[in-house]
């Protein structure tokens, strides 16, 4: 096969990968994550093994498309707007670079001023200057120049909030999420943005805002249609039932974490936070068998290093398990808080409980 016809493979390959992702139905496991990553991570490889060979600029300009591309993709659909800046990364993101670069002073018209500097600041993200990535991205989002199917600008302004938010200053993120919903295109990218909203909202400690935002981003939520992102739909879940919960107001609370139970992997730290919060609304509710159960399993399913919240749930087990009169089940999760390194502040208390029934 001649090396254009390789590419167009390539190209073909990517397409299929992209439509398949955008389609995906409901909640896309650790393990499909992981497989889409690695196609990504492949067809990278081979390009960038293409774009070695290749000797004509049309080839080359195609190739180095296809890699900002799949950059891109991967930012949005697989890492959520979330990335680290690996060295691999940091070489790519020089390459697309100078790319563009190249294009701007030749006066390519491969690609538009708005799509050459989202990449550009896309690019910037991937080699970890953060301060570049927000003036492009801000750059996009001021762009008079029309963008017809409104996917650029609306990446830009949720780039740019989850850059504030990462800041921590929620209040400039939230009203970049607001402005993003200008750009939004269907029912699930609606939805993805209002969540975004949500969580400066709920970071602001304005919980009824919160609480309202990620109610109407789960009614637009649809994962039988493209654009469903199963990541921002887990958290308007889980934070609907942490809001209630701190309520007190534990039916409402249980629904939500019942929906996050029912719907991820066992071996998600997700399914661990449900069930976890479950086994505590047992336990409010004086229903401690069912909060044992609820909290065991919690533990069981989970491969976790020992940290504060996995030492925690001990406690909750051995307390639920002597409201039950049963000291000889509560006594080894007492031992393990007691012999514990990692700190935890309720450990005196779990090693005078211990002390009691001893």
């Known amino acids: 096969m001649d090396l254009t016809n390789r590419i167009k493979s390539l190209v073909d390959s990517r397409i299929s990968l992209e439509s398949q992702l955008?389609?995906?139905?409901?909640?896309?496991?650790?393990?499909?994550?992981?497989?889409?990553?690695?196609?990504?991570?492949?067809?990278?490889?081979?390009?960038?093994?293409?774009?070695?060979?290749?000797?004509?600029?049309?080839?080359?300009?195609?190739?180095?498309?296809?890699?900002?591309?799949?950059?891109?993709?991967?930012?949005?659909?697989?890492?959520?707007?979330?990335?680290?800046?690996?060295?691999?990364?940091?070489?790519?993101?020089?390459?697309?670079?100078?790319?563009?670069?190249?294009?701007?002073?030749?006066?390519?018209?491969?690609?538009?001023?708005?799509?050459?500097?989202?990449?550009?600041?896309?690019?910037?993200?991937?080699?970890?200057?953060?301060?570049?990535?927000?003036?492009?991205?801000?750059?996009?989002?001021?762009?008079?120049?029309?963008?017809?199917?409104?996917?650029?600008?609306?990446?830009?302004?949720?780039?740019?909030?989850?850059?504030?938010?990462?800041?921590?200053?929620?209040?400039?993120?939230?009203?970049?999420?607001?402005?993003?919903?200008?750009?939004?295109?269907?029912?699930?990218?609606?939805?993805?943005?209002?969540?975004?909203?949500?969580?400066n909202s709920y970071a602001l400690n304005d919980h009824e805002e919160a609480l309202h935002l990620f109610n109407d981003a789960l009614a637009l939520f649809d994962p039988n249609q493209p654009f469903f992102n199963s990541y921002f739909y887990r958290n308007a879940l889980l934070f609907c039932g942490a809001i209630w919960f701190d309520r007190k107001k534990y039916d409402e609370a249980e629904r939500f974490y019942r929906q996050v139970v029912d719907s991820v992997e066992q071996n998600s730290y997700d399914f661990f936070d449900a069930l976890s919060h479950l086994g505590r609304i047992h336990y409010a509710q004086g229903r401690y068998d069912d909060a044992v159960a609820a909290l065991e399993k919690a533990v069981q399913t989970q491969k976790f290093s020992e940290n504060e919240y996995i030492i925690d749930t001990w406690f909750w087990i051995a307390r639920a398990h002597l409201k039950r009169n049963d000291a000889t089940q509560a006594k080894p999760y007492l031992e393990k808080i007691a012999a514990t390194d990692v700190r935890y502040e309720k450990k005196p208390q779990a090693v005078e409980l211990l002390q009691r029934i001893a």
Request: net charge negative; proline share 1%; aromatic share 8%.
């Open 22 to 199: 955008q389609k995906e139905p409901g909640e896309l496991s650790g393990a499909a994550a992981a497989r889409y990553d690695g196609e990504y991570a492949a067809l990278q490889r081979q390009l960038s093994g293409l774009f070695k060979e290749a000797g004509e600029d049309a080839q080359r300009i195609t190739i180095m498309l296809e890699m900002m591309r799949i950059l891109e993709n991967r930012l949005v659909y697989l890492q959520n707007f979330i990335l680290d800046p690996t060295a691999d990364n940091r070489v790519l993101a020089q390459l697309v670079t100078r790319f563009i670069d190249e294009l701007s002073s030749q006066r390519s018209n491969v690609l538009t001023s708005l799509e050459a500097t989202y990449y550009r600041a896309v690019a910037a993200l991937y080699a970890g200057n953060l301060a570049a990535a927000r003036e492009g991205f801000s750059a996009a989002c001021a762009s008079e120049e029309s963008d017809e199917a409104n996917d650029i600008k609306y990446k830009s302004y949720v780039i740019l909030g989850h850059l504030s938010h990462e800041e921590h200053d929620y209040q400039k993120a939230k009203d970049l999420h607001e402005q993003s919903l200008r750009y939004s295109q269907n029912a699930n990218v609606t939805a993805q943005a209002l969540a975004l909203k949500a969580l």
